[in-house]
C-alpha cells in the first residue's frame, strides 16, 4: 500500500519541481538562441554554453533568490507614523457558547484516485532514476574490471614519447599513465580525478607515427579540458531528470561540441587535416567506441560530420567585442539577476511580519485618553468603534503587538512594565475624518495606531530578521480535510468578510473556550489567529489558497489561555504529548490534524522582530 504521506509530500514538492523545470528549461532554451549567433566561432564556447544550461538544472533560481534575500536583512530605522488596527476582539475570560453550526470537515474531492496516481508517479521517478544509475554502474563495474586486469602500464614506446612530448604543449604538468590494453576498446581517457590514457595495443600497427601523434593529441584535449568530469556531471542531470527529453538532447550537443572542440585544438597544434582524419577512421575500423560519455575518446559525435569539417577545415572565428560583451552581460544576468532579486524582494514572513510604514492620508487620533487601569479584573478588551478604538486593561506590549503585527517573542528589549501595567485607552479622530476611518482596512488601522504610540509613550523602535523558532502550518497525511466555501452556499450573497463586501477581508469567525467557527476564511488567516494565540510566529506553508468553511474543536490547556496554550508551556506543542484535560478531549495541536488534515510543526526561520529603543510610560490626561 502507498503510505499516505505521499499526498503531502507531493503537495509541498511539486510546484517547486514544476518551477525548477520551466526556469531550466526556458534557460536552455536561451543558450541554444545564443549558440546560433555563435555557429561560427569556436566550438570551446558553444560548449561551454550548453554545459552552463546542464548545470543549470542542478541550480535552481530560489537558490540564488534566496542568497539575495539572507544579504538584504533589512534593518530599518522607524519613526512610527501612520499605523494599522486589527478589527479583533480579544478577551482572556471565557466566551460564551458559539451560536454558529457546527461544519463538518469534509474530504477533499480527489480523494480516491489522487493519492494513489501520485504514488504512482513517484514511483515511477524512482525506478527511472534507479535504473539510470544502475546501467551506468555496470556498465562502469564491467569496464573498469576489464581495464584493471588486462590494462599493463607502459613507461617506453613510441605511444607514451608521443604522448610525453604532447603533454607540456597542452599545458599539463602531471603526467598522464598509459595504460596498454588487449581489448578492443577504442583509445579514450579513463577516471577523472587521475586520468589515464587506455590504447588499445592491436591499434599502433595500422598507425603512422603521425597518425599517432594526432590520435593522442585529441586524448590530451580531453584531460586538459577536464571532459570526463563535465562528462560525469551531466550524467548526473540525465539521471535526475531522465524524463525530461532536452537533458538527452543536451547531453548530444555537450558529445558534439567536446569532440568539435578537440578536433580544433589538435589542428591548431599543426596536425594535417588529412592525416588526423584518416587516424580517425583508422581507429573506428580496428576499435569499437567507449560505452560511457565519461570516458572521453575519438569517435564520438556525428563522425561523417566532424570527417567533413576536418578536412574542410572551416576558419573558426575569435570572438569579437560585441560577441564578448553580450556573454559577459548574459552570465551576469543569469547569475546576479536571482540573486538582485532577492536583494530587493520585501522579505516576507506570511504570518507575523511586523506592518511598518506609511500609508497616504490616514487620519490621525484626534483625542486619546491614557489612563491606567483600576477595575483589578483579568479581562482585557480590546475593539473599535466608529470614530476610533477603547481598550479595557490592556498593556502597551498588547498595543505594540496590534500595531505592529507581531507577537510577544517578536519584541525584543522590552522593560517589564511593558507587559505589566494595563491602561483605559479611548482614542477617536476627528468628525471630518469619520467616514475616511470607516472606509480604512484593517491594516491601515494598524498603521494608525503606530504614531499614537509614538506620540503618547514616547516609542521608538527598529526593525530586524532573525532566526527565531517558528510554527509551520502544513498539509498532515492524508491530505486537508477542508470544506471549500463558495458565494451563494455559505451565506446568502456571497462570502463575507469583516469589511461587510461580497468575496473581501478576512472572512468570518466566531471563538469561544475551546472552539473556533470559520465561515470563508483564508489559510493565511487561521495562521495569523494561531500566531496570536499561542505566542508564536504561525507561517502558512500549506499551499491552500482558496476559502474555507470549518469548525475546530479542542480542549483548552489548564490553566492557560482561555483559548489555547502556547507550545512552550510545559513542554507541550507539537510533537509532544497532549496536555492534560478534565474532559480528555484532544489539545489544540492534535484537533487541527485530525479536524482539518493540518499539522503545527516546529521549525526556526526568519522572523522580523521589533526592537525597543525607547518608552516611557504615558502621562494621565
Not at 219 to 225: A, G, I, K, L, W
Not at 538 to 566: A, E, I, N, R
Request: hydrophobic share 45%; aromatic share 6%.
Amino acid at each position: 500500500m502507498i503510505p499516505s504521506y505521499l499526498s503531502a509530500i507531493w503537495i509541498a514538492v511539486t510546484p517547486a519541481v514544476a518551477n525548477h523545470l520551466w526556469q531550466s528549461t526556458l534557460f536552455a532554451v536561451l543558450v541554444a538562441i545564443l549558440t546560433l549567433t555563435l555557429r561560427k566561432n569556436y566550438a570551446r564556447v558553444r560548449y561551454r554554453l550548453w554545459l552552463a544550461a546542464s548545470i543549470k538544472f542542478l541550480v535552481p533560481l530560489s537558490l540564488l533568490i534566496s542568497l539575495g534575500g539572507h544579504l538584504a536583512r533589512p534593518r530599518a530605522s522607524e519613526s512610527p507614523q501612520s499605523g494599522v488596527y486589527s478589527v479583533v476582539e480579544e478577551f482572556s475570560q471565557p466566551f460564551g457558547q458559539a451560536a454558529a453550526p457546527v461544519v463538518a470537515p469534509v474530504e477533499h474531492a480527489s480523494s480516491a484516485l489522487l493519492p494513489w496516481l501520485k504514488g504512482v508517479l513517484t514511483a515511477l521517478w524512482l525506478f527511472g532514476f534507479v535504473a539510470t544509475l544502475s546501467l551506468w554502474w555496470w556498465r562502469w563495474r564491467r569496464l573498469s574490471a576489464a581495464v584493471m586486469r588486462e590494462a599493463v602500464p607502459v613507461s617506453k614506446g613510441r605511444e607514451v614519447d608521443s604522448l610525453r612530448r604532447l603533454e607540456p604543449v597542452a599545458g599539463i604538468r602531471t603526467p598522464i599513465v598509459f595504460l596498454f590494453s588487449q581489448g578492443s576498446l577504442e583509445p579514450g581517457i579513463f577516471g577523472i580525478i587521475r586520468p589515464a590514457l587506455l590504447w588499445p595495443a592491436g591499434i599502433s600497427v595500422h598507425l603512422t607515427d603521425a597518425h599517432l601523434d594526432a590520435i593522442i593529441a585529441h586524448e590530451v584535449c580531453h584531460v586538459r579540458r577536464r571532459d570526463n568530469l563535465a562528462a560525469a556531471m551531466h550524467m548526473v542531470v540525465q539521471a535526475i531528470f531522465w524524463f525530461h527529453p532536452l537533458v538527452w538532447w543536451l547531453g548530444a550537443r555537450l558529445i558534439a561540441e567536446r569532440e568539435r572542440a578537440c578536433d580544433e585544438e589538435v589542428l591548431l597544434l599543426g596536425n594535417p587535416p588529412q592525416v588526423y582524419a584518416e587516424g580517425i577512421l583508422k581507429t573506428c575500423e580496428f576499435s569499437v567506441g567507449s560505452p560511457l560519455v565519461c570516458i572521453s575518446g575519438v569517435t564520438g559525435a556525428d563522425l561523417k560530420k566532424r570527417i567533413v569539417d576536418i578536412m574542410q577545415r572551416p576558419v573558426a572565428l575569435k570572438l569579437g567585442l560585441g560577441k564578448k560583451l553580450l556573454l559577459i552581460v548574459a552570465g551576469a544576468m543569469a547569475v546576479t539577476g536571482p540573486v538582485v532579486f532577492g536583494l530587493i524582494q520585501e522579505p516576507q514572513s506570511q504570518a507575523g511580519s511586523p506592518v511598518v510604514g506609511t500609508a497616504p492620508k490616514l487620519p490621525a487620533y484626534e483625542v486619546a485618553s491614557i489612563k491606567p487601569d483600576k477595575s483589578s479584573t483579568d479581562m482585557t478588551m480590546l475593539r473599535t468603534t466608529p470614530v476610533g478604538f477603547s481598550g479595557t486593561n490592556i498593556s502597551l506590549k498588547a498595543l505594540i503587538q496590534q500595531a505592529y503585527r507581531v507577537e510577544d517573542n517578536q519584541i525584543l528589549g522590552a522593560p517589564s512594565w511593558l507587559g505589566s501595567a494595563r491602561y483605559d485607552i479611548e482614542a477617536k479622530v476627528s468628525s471630518s475624518d469619520t467616514d475616511t476611518l470607516h472606509n480604512l482596512s484593517p491594516d491601515q488601522r494598524r498603521l494608525m495606531l503606530q504614531p499614537l504610540l509614538a506620540d503618547r509613550f514616547q516609542l521608538k523602535v527598529h526593525t530586524e530578521v532573525r532566526d527565531l523558532p517558528i510554527l509551520a502550518l502544513v498539509i498532515a497525511k492524508g491530505g486537508p480535510k477542508l470544506h471549500e466555501a463558495k458565494p451563494g452556499d455559505t451565506y446568502p450573497n456571497g462570502i463575507k468578510g469583516f469589511d461587510g463586501k461580497p468575496g473581501g477581508g478576512p472572512g468570518l469567525m466566531h471563538m469561544g473556550p475551546g472552539q473556533l467557527t470559520a465561515q470563508g476564511l483564508p489559510i493565511s488567516s487561521l495562521a495569523q489567529l494561531l500566531s496570536q494565540q499561542l505566542g508564536r510566529t504561525v507561517q502558512d506553508k500549506t499551499g491552500l489558497t482558496g476559502k474555507y468553511d470549518f469548525t475546530l474543536q479542542w480542549t483548552p490547556d489548564v490553566g492557560g489561555s482561555p483559548m489555547m496554550k502556547g507550545p512552550d508551556a510545559g513542554q507541550q506543542g507539537p510533537g509532544g504529548p497532549p496536555s492534560p484535560a478534565d474532559n480528555g478531549g484532544p489539545s489544540i495541536f492534535t484537533a487541527i490534524q485530525e479536524q482539518l488534515g493540518l499539522k503545527l510543526e516546529s521549525q526556526k526561520g526568519p522572523v522580523m522582530v521589533v526592537i525597543i529603543d525607547h518608552v516611557e510610560a504615558p502621562s494621565e490626561n
